[in-house]
């Protein structure tokens, strides 16, 4: 709306009563109030409108308020409180029983203990996978001293065939250890010492 | 422990000790707007009873939700949208399944003098009271809730915006309908 031109009454029209509530823009409050100036016919509108806002203030029935704040509070009161509240009136009577080092000691126990609940899945999986571990390899074990067993009959017997004699005596199997073994003839003056493959 | 509340206390105060279950605090709060949740709830409504019950629902409701509520925006205009939302929600409800109401026998009463004060005066203005409640019938609630909202409670063009959910352009048109509508059917009184 250009300010130097005199508005027509359709222009301002719908504007009044925004202009009576004060919420148009500084340049359009101007343009209306000229407009009001020389314009009865707005003014009488513009008037009416004043009225109906009046009436409808002086009609208005406030209803009684009284106990509505504790008939509120009373539903709020049957409320479940969120956890977070619950834990930090939890605290805050702990602190008023024991004091502030108490509370502080209460709150690291119960966090030593979420720890624990936590990370309790996968400490027993990391467990667990131990113990498979150790699992294999004395299984593994096992398997390497059956090993060494038929190793050291298929020696004898071989050693024998070379010597021509029934059998070797083995006066001594000397290693515990599965992957080794050593055998003692003191008759020949002799040591065999036998590695496992897998010791190469 | 925690400080005493005062009456008069920090609005921001009042909030984060609410955020913390302090019913007290909350209290206080409700007691400095619940004139104008009921107030909110009315414009949508129009009805005193319902307005009185959807405004206890509408606090019961921000407290369990002032969690959510970020300091940022205005803690009034929160509460009324709440207000606001409820209420339409019901009156949606109501147009779905009305229900009887003894409003008309309400208003028999509200006409009849009282045993007080059995003065022309005040029955003028029941007559008064009556007419202005059957023009604002008339209106639809969109346009009853615009012109309650900006007349009796005093909400800005922004606040009613917000608290109806609908462009301010759209306040604007919806009271300018209200006004002329109101005007023309209560020229009469607005003569007076």
Redo the contacts between chains.
Sequence with gaps: MAPNIMAQCDDIA?LL??FE?G?LPPHEMQEVARHLASCASCEE?LA??S???R???E?????T?DG??M???A???Q?R??L??RM??WF?TQR?HFGNGMAVAFAMAAAAILTVIITTPFARNMVGAGDHAAMVAMRDARSLARDAKSSAKSFEATASAMRGEPSTIISKLESSNPDVAVWSEPSQDTTVIWLSEQQH | MNKPIRQDGDEAELIERAKGGDTKAFGILIERYQRRVVGVAMAVVHDQEDALELAQESFVRAFENIGKFESRSSFSTWLYRIAANIAIDFRRRERRHPTMRGEEAETEIQRLPSNLGNSFKETQRSEMAKRIKDALAQLTPEHRAAILLREVEGLSYDEISDVLQCPRGTVMSRLHYARNHLREILKDLAED
Excluded: H, K
């Design positions: 719908p009563g925004t509530d919420e509108t009416g409108y009225n109906v806002g009436l409808l203030r009609t208005a029935s406030a209803p308020l509505f704040v008939a509120v509070q539903r709020i009161d409320l409180p969120p977070r509240v930090g009136r805050e008023g």
